[in-house]
T-cell receptor, first 112, second 113 residues
Framework: KAGVTQTPRYLIKTRGQQVTLSCSPI?????VSWYQQTPGQGLQFLFE???????NKGNFPGRFSGRQFSNSRSEMNVSTLELGDSALYLC???????????FGSGTRLTVV | QQQVKQSPQSLIVQKGGISIINCAYE??????FPWYQQFPGKGPALLIA?????SEKKEGRFTISFNKSAKQFSLHIMDSQPGDSATYFC????????????FGQGTRLTINP
């Protein structure tokens, strides 16, 4: 079966711009979570959506937002990009969070 | 209290040896403890997970040992192979309320042939 698909794989943006990342979960998975991975901070939770509702949110500024569509696909948006937002952004899906997360390969965002 | 502390940061083991990675937590509400394996350029992949009602769980060459009183758990990789070279993350969560996974900082494991 198809895994979690994240697009694009790589992005280079300029400070101050905004960016939208996309995640298509495994078919049948209704929970989608987003994590930021950096060498210094490791894996940090951004937010989790289930049936189009945000159920949980991490300690990130309001510039980070997300949404989930009726087909369970999810997007996250980062506005007014800062250099420190450079990271690997990972999406994970599951039938029931946090059991059995399946992660995508991530989107590597570089802010210059 | 939400932290999960993982050690060591890096580990080198000879082929055929036992790799051991340790994690400790503070939040006694945690009741789900998975381990993830991540190769370069890939997302983490679930290896094995344990609930606190058992002290050990084995799947193939991978074993989780869990010590509830010490609030510690560890991953043992038996007969380590070069293909096991990857970064390993422990994590913890509270099942009720669909809580987030809290990850350890990761251990870069290298298996020398």
């Amino acid at each position: 079966k198809a895994g979690v698909t994240q697009t694009p794989r790589y992005l280079i943006k300029t400070r101050g711009q905004q960016v939208t990342l996309s995640c298509s979960p495994i078919s049948g998975h209704r929970s989608v979570s987003w994590y930021q991975q950096t060498p210094g901070q490791g894996l940090q939770f951004l937010f989790e959506y289930f049936s189009e509702t945000q159920r949980n949110k991490g300690n990130f500024p309001g510039r980070f937002s997300g949404r989930q569509f009726s087909n369970s696909r999810s997007e996250m948006n980062v506005s007014t990009l800062e250099l420190g937002d450079s990271a690997l952004y990972l999406c994970a899906s599951s039938f029931s969070s946090p059991y059995g997360y399946t992660f995508g390969s991530g989107t590597r965002l570089t802010v210059v | 209290q939400q932290q999960v502390k993982q050690s060591p940061q890096s580990l080198i083991v000879q082929k055929g040896g036992i790799s051991i990675i340790n994690c400790a937590y503070e939040n006694t509400a945690f009741d789900y403890f998975p381990w993830y394996q991540q190769f370069p350029g890939k997302g983490p992949a679930l290896l094995i997970a344990i609930r606190p009602d058992v002290s050990e769980k084995k799947e193939g060459r991978f074993t989780i040992s869990f010590n509830k009183s010490a609030k510690q758990f560890s991953l043992h990789i038996m007969d380590s192979q070069p293909g096991d070279s990857a970064t390993y993350f422990c994590a913890a969560s509270v099942i009720q309320g669909a809580q987030k996974l809290v990850f350890g900082q990761g251990t870069r494991l290298t298996i020398n042939p």
